[in-house]
């Protein structure tokens, strides 16, 4: 399974909303994460489209989470940015070419099918289990405490 670079920055930027105090601009967030502005905006709209952030106008305006970290799951992310569809999709090619099995012989699902969504189902549960809440906590473990405060105020700033 290959996901978008875009699901990365958004997950990174749904982290660091769980430290920001005010609305965080998209230029703010993509100067954090020196990355495209225009890339991650797009990013930051299929969230908002989700549900998981909002965009607040005005002049102190940015993006905030809708909901609590606790509530929002890897896999929330994972589909607002690259959508639900499964990582495999069955042609039936064993129906196909000179050999092919009669569609009325095939009462069951393919066995290649079955193992791919069996993987893929794996693959969704894994992700549903893990929280933005869970992933920032891990954040503080492997960086120390002052981690994410210190971004929290570093997006709150208004300049460099």
Do not use: N
């Not at 993006?63 to 992310?77: F, Q, S, W």
């Not at 129906?95 to 099995?101: A, D, F, I, K, N």
Request: hydrophobic letters at 45%; a neutral charge.
């Amino acid at each position: 399974m290959k996901l978008s670079g875009g699901v990365e920055w958004a997950l990174h930027c749904c982290v660091v909303l769980t430290a920001a105090s005010t609305p965080v601009p998209a230029a703010r967030l993509a100067a954090l994460h020196d990355v495209s502005p225009s890339y991650l905006a797009k990013q930051l709209q299929a969230l908002s489209r989700a549900g998981l952030v909002r965009s607040i106008q005005g002049k102190t305006g940015g993006y905030v989470l809708t909901k609590k970290a606790t509530d929002i799951t890897l896999l929330d992310v994972v589909q607002a940015v690259d959508g639900a569809s499964p990582a495999f999709e069955c042609t039936e090619l064993r129906q196909r070419g000179p050999l092919g099995t009669p569609p009325e012989q095939c009462t069951k699902q393919c066995p290649i099918a079955r193992a791919m969504g069996a993987a893929d189902a794996a693959w969704r549960a894994s992700l549903a289990a893990v929280t933005i809440a869970d992933i920032a906590s891990t954040v503080e473990e492997d960086s120390g405490p002052q981690a994410l405060p210190t971004v929290g105020a570093w997006l709150s700033r208004a300049t460099d």
